[in-house]
């Protein structure tokens, strides 16, 4: 009786797991960037003279929890970012961009999340760095000087 029990335990454990497993084309580079795979404005991850670089950087913590975040630019969904993930984006400065994150909705999700907006305003080429982080509200955005 404990054989057929242990294994039918067993193959359900397997076949749980397996649901479980991310793509190797979908995980975390070594070096922390978001992978291409989930980045879907790939434009905008090649560098060209004159451009701004805005730099993600997605905290890892126990607080922002491991859910993967949709991160758009100007209401346009650019990326999938997940816990601990970094991504570099190149815009045309002189313009200002509304950047946005909020939990990627499933069919799990009882209601629609909550999206968080900052705008940033790209003067001139440099590096603009944003941090997304939480609060009790869910995801944030904040520039860093």
């Known amino acids: 009786m404990k054989t057929p029990m242990t294994t039918c335990l067993l193959a359900l454990t397997m076949a749980l797991s397996a649901c479980a497993i991310q793509p ?3 995980r975390t580079t070594p070096t922390g960037q978001v992978p291409q795979a989930r980045v879907y404005i ?3 991850l090649s560098q060209s003279s004159g451009t701004a670089e ?3 950087s997605r905290s890892k913590s126990f607080l922002s929890g491991n859910a993967p975040l949709e991160l758009a630019i100007n209401d346009v969904v650019l990326a999938q970012i997940e816990s601990g993930e970094q991504l570099s984006i190149w815009l045309k400065p002189g313009t ?3 950047f946005s994150v909020k939990p990627v909705h499933s069919l799990n999700s009882q209601t629609y999340p ?3 907006k900052i705008t940033v305003d790209l003067k001139n080429a440099g590096v603009y760095k944003i941090f997304i982080g939480s609060d009790q509200g869910g995801a944030t955005l ?3 000087k």
Do not use: P, W
Request: hydrophobic residues 30%.
């Open 24 to 26: 190797a084309g979908e």
């Open 42 to 44: 790939k434009s905008m």
């Open 54 to 56: 805005v730099q993600f």
């Open 96 to 98: 200002s961009y509304d």
């Open 114 to 116: 909550l999206t968080r």
């Open 142 to 144: 904040e520039q860093q």
